[in-house]
């Protein structure tokens, strides 16, 4: 969503005419994104504020996809997560059944899993117990490895920047559950109940939004609203399938191959 469909608090142009070519041509989606600071239902309420309506099941977050992903390898009831953060992780993650606890202890049981997604407000100490913790054994995972996020004043730290941080002083890699990991597609697709073939994702990002789409083997728009250039496209060796200005573009070339 963040630099396809807006800027931070401001919806890119053709926002709305996009969403009525979906809904009047009955093409069904998903809004899949690596953004993990807000949930479900705070999506949903920022849509509405740009005159869209969308269904908790047409929104997809790498918060909601970790939590999921985790919950098909552990027993949520005897896990405990140590979360950097902010309430769209947390949430799924308790919904889920995980025991969230808050800081590192000596002498204590540590985390099993240290999950880490964008915390606006991450501090010293999070990132502190966050390495404790894995160093004494718990699984790193991240919702998503993006350096930047999109923002109506230009792209800022993201949670890449962080895990940074992390693999730095802990010498561990995260396992990645958002994009350009297939992972968060293929749920997309199970939810789609659509084939892989009969599917396109469309992003602003070659190596998240576009790779991911290679990875999981469907075709891709990129369009030029966000993160990468066409100038980028060339210093990859993987490509989109189509690249669009925008999503203007996009409404435009649905219509023409619906009609």
Same mark, same amino acid.
């Given at each position: 969503?963040?630099?396809?469909?807006?800027?931070?608090?401001?919806?890119?142009?053709?926002?709305?005419?996009?969403?009525?070519?979906? @809904? %009047?041509?009955?093409?069904?989606?998903?809004?899949?994104?690596?953004?993990? !600071?807000?949930? &479900?239902?705070?999506?949903? $309420? %920022?849509?509405?504020?740009?005159?869209?309506?969308? $269904?908790?099941?047409?929104?997809?977050? *790498?918060?909601?996809?970790? #939590?999921?992903?985790?919950?098909? &390898?552990?027993?949520?009831? *005897?896990?405990?997560?140590?979360?950097?953060?902010?309430?769209?992780?947390?949430?799924?993650?308790?919904?889920?059944?995980?025991?969230?606890?808050? !800081?590192? &202890?000596?002498?204590?049981?540590?985390?099993?899993?240290?999950?880490?997604?964008?915390?606006? !407000?991450?501090?010293?100490?999070?990132?502190? +117990?966050?390495?404790?913790?894995? @160093?004494?054994? #718990?699984?790193?995972?991240? /919702?998503?490895?993006?350096?930047?996020?999109?923002?109506?004043?230009?792209?800022?730290?993201?949670?890449?920047?962080?895990? !940074?941080?992390?693999?730095?002083?802990?010498?561990?890699?995260?396992?990645?559950?958002?994009?350009?990991?297939?992972?968060?597609?293929? &749920?997309?697709?199970?939810?789609?109940?659509? +084939?892989?073939?009969?599917?396109? #994702?469309?992003?602003?990002?070659?190596?998240?939004?576009?790779?991911?789409?290679?990875?999981?083997?469907? @075709? *891709?728009? =990129?369009?030029?609203?966000?993160? *990468?250039?066409?100038?980028?496209?060339?210093?990859?060796?993987?490509?989109? /399938?189509?690249? =669009?200005?925008?999503?203007? #573009?996009? /409404?435009?070339?649905? +219509?023409?191959?619906?009609?």
């Amino acid at each position: 969503m963040d630099g396809v469909l807006w800027e931070g608090s401001r919806a890119l142009p053709g926002l709305k005419d996009f969403f009525k070519c979906l @809904r %009047k041509n009955n093409l069904p989606f998903i809004l899949a994104t690596n953004n993990a !600071s807000l949930t &479900q239902k705070q999506y949903i $309420s %920022k849509l509405e504020t740009m005159g869209v309506t969308v $269904s908790p099941h047409e929104i997809l977050t *790498s918060s909601m996809a970790t #939590a999921q992903y985790l919950s098909e &390898q552990t027993a949520p009831g *005897s896990t405990r997560v140590f979360v950097i953060g902010e309430q769209g992780l947390r949430d799924p993650l308790i919904e889920k059944g995980f025991t969230l606890i808050d !800081s590192y &202890q000596i002498n204590k049981h540590p985390a099993d899993f240290v999950v880490c997604g964008l915390d606006r !407000s991450v501090t010293w100490d999070k990132l502190a +117990d966050a390495t404790l913790h894995i @160093r004494a054994g #718990a699984k790193f995972i991240a /919702t998503n490895a993006d350096t930047t996020l999109p923002t109506e004043r230009g792209p800022v730290l993201g949670n890449g920047a962080i895990l !940074s941080a992390l693999q730095s002083a802990t010498e561990v890699s995260p396992l990645i559950i958002g994009k350009p990991e297939p992972i968060m597609y293929q &749920q997309a697709i199970k939810r789609l109940k659509t +084939d892989p073939e009969k599917t396109i #994702a469309i992003g602003d990002r070659l190596n998240t939004d576009i790779l991911g789409a290679v990875n999981t083997g469907i @075709r *891709s728009i =990129m369009v030029l609203t966000g993160i *990468s250039s066409e100038e980028h496209i060339k210093s990859v060796d993987y490509q989109p /399938t189509w690249v =669009m200005s925008d999503i203007q #573009a996009v /409404t435009k070339a649905l +219509d023409i191959c619906i009609k």
